[in-house]
């Protein structure tokens, strides 16, 4: 108690002195929907874009800012530096702060049915060269989605030799995170924790993971694929 209250003195007086720049409750915010919360019906239905975003969502965002006590540098950096740096903050920041990277990503890289484009001829050349078939990446994908067990994410990434692979990570980690096994940076993320399915397709993750393919938001996916490799 006494090494907290010095600690918490210490930042006080640092933040009186402008060393350290005053933290605000609500630095991370959760930002709306780039779609209405029905339009990835039938796919993924209203209540559960309803309870995935307004309540799954909103508590990552005020658990991490909850943390912003603990560890004010959050306030001063992006969610990708607070990835790469994970093995410096607590399991709370790791769980709340991957979940905020996570959704916030899973959201724009959906789009309603018909709207989502195609692979750019670059990204299509790469999933080609390193899976042979665009057919073949989904069938990886959909085998790491369906054997991850428990909670927790498919990925595609690029990894450091420009290689696109497919990955998943448990509960809220990421590829970004300093302390995951497999790391790069993310292309597309499915998150296959049950409350993103499970009102729908009750234990049939495989059926959600297929027919969410319906869903992708190429031109996100190609926006990245590009912004990863220049």
């Known amino acids: 108690m006494i090494l907290k209250t010095a600690k918490s003195l210490l930042l006080a007086t640092l933040v009186t002195l402008g060393c350290v720049a005053t933290v605000n409750a609500d630095t991370f915010t959760l930002a709306p929907l780039p779609y209405p919360a029905d339009a990835l019906a039938p796919v993924i239905d209203k209540a559960t874009m309803q309870i995935h975003h307004g309540k799954h969502h909103q508590a990552y965002v005020n658990n991490l800012n909850g ?20 093995s410096r903050y607590n399991d709370a920041v790791r769980n709340n702060a991957g979940g905020h990277y996570n959704h916030q990503l899973f959201w724009q890289i959906m789009a309603p049915a018909g709207q989502g484009g195609e692979p750019s001829v670059e990204l299509l050349a790469a999933i080609k060269r390193d899976f042979g078939s665009l057919v073949a990446l989904q069938n990886a994908f959909n085998q790491a989605a369906a054997t991850r067990f428990g909670s927790g ?59 969410w393919w319906t869903l992708v938001n190429w031109h996100k996916v190609n926006e990245l694929y590009r912004s990863a490799t220049h």
Do not use: C
Request: aromatic share 10%; charged share 20%; glycine share 2%.
């Open 67 to 86: 943390q912003l006590a603990t560890f004010p540098d959050l306030a001063q950096l992006p969610l990708e530096a607070i990835m790469s740096r994970m």
């Open 153 to 211: 994410w498919a990925w595609l990434i690029l990894d450091e030799n420009n290689k696109l692979v497919v990955t998943s990570t448990a509960n809220q980690d990421n590829p970004l995170m300093d302390l995951v096994e497999v790391q790069g940076t993310p292309i597309l993320a499915l998150d296959v924790w049950e409350h993103a399915y499970y009102l729908q397709y009750q234990n049939k993750r495989g059926d959600y993971a297929t027919a």
